[in-house]
T-cell receptor, first 114, second 116 residues
């Protein structure tokens, strides 16, 4: 298994509070991604990073920000959590920027916003 | 933009029966296609991928998929279902975004139930 951990694995928070999710990798892969998984939608890309301090938005980036100050860590912040952000969040990594390259996924973080 | 459509959000098969999970893609260029599997409370893991080298792709756990350009399909099959195959399966297509970086688009997923 690729060395990807996510923390916390479960979190319950209240509407309006900031939340930060962490993704940590030991593979030294350059590319990192944050997805959310919701029934009926599959996985949708929130943000991605193609190197330290290099990040870009995905298709559902509103209400989220990211930071990557080290190769191994990619943080996802919900600036002011809303109930619509209740979801399962997955981090993924990839060694190569090639269309045929697969991504490796972390175990996920289940977030509930009350 | 490329996309994939998975027909059937839930599929049930008997143990030992054929597994067929359907995926159709839309693409203006030759696509790179993937099947991922997700077991309960876990992340996704790669089953197999199509990279244009061969139309019939073999993956892990006895699964295979055939790329059919004329049908724009990449259906996943397994001759004989096992109880351990119960999971959710995602078809995905990969291309480049406007910034030139790899972008993967996932289908909505198909949950496979295996009945003893």
């Amino acid at each position: 298994d690729a060395g990807i951990t996510q923390s916390p694995r479960h979190k319950v928070t209240e509407t309006g509070t900031p939340v930060t999710l962490r993704c940590h990798q030991t593979e030294n892969h350059r590319y990192m991604y944050w997805y959310r998984q919701d029934p009926g939608h599959g996985l949708r890309l929130i943000h991605y990073s193609y190197g330290v301090k290099d990040t870009d938005k995905g298709e559902v980036s509103d209400g989220y920000s990211v930071s990557r100050s080290k190769t191994e860590d990619f943080l996802l912040t919900l600036e002011s959590a809303t109930s619509s952000q209740t979801s399962v969040y997955f981090c993924a990594i990839s060694a190569l920027d090639r269309e045929y390259n697969e991504q490796f996924f972390g175990p996920g973080t289940r977030l509930t916003v009350l | 933009a490329q996309s994939v459509t998975q027909l059937g959000s839930h599929v049930s098969v008997s143990e030992g029966a054929l597994v067929l999970l359907r995926c159709n893609y839309s693409s203006s260029v030759p696509p790179y296609l993937f099947w991922y599997v997700q077991y309960p409370n876990q992340g996704l893991q790669l089953l197999l991928k199509y990279t244009s080298a061969a139309t019939l792709v073999k993956g892990i756990n006895g699964f295979e998929a055939e790329f059919k350009k004329s049908e724009t399909s990449f259906h996943l099959t397994k001759p004989s279902a096992h109880m351990s195959d119960a999971a959710e399966y995602f078809c995905a297509v990969s291309d480049r975004d406007s910034g030139g970086y790899q972008k993967v688009t996932f289908g909505i997923g198909t949950k496979l139930q295996v009945i003893p």
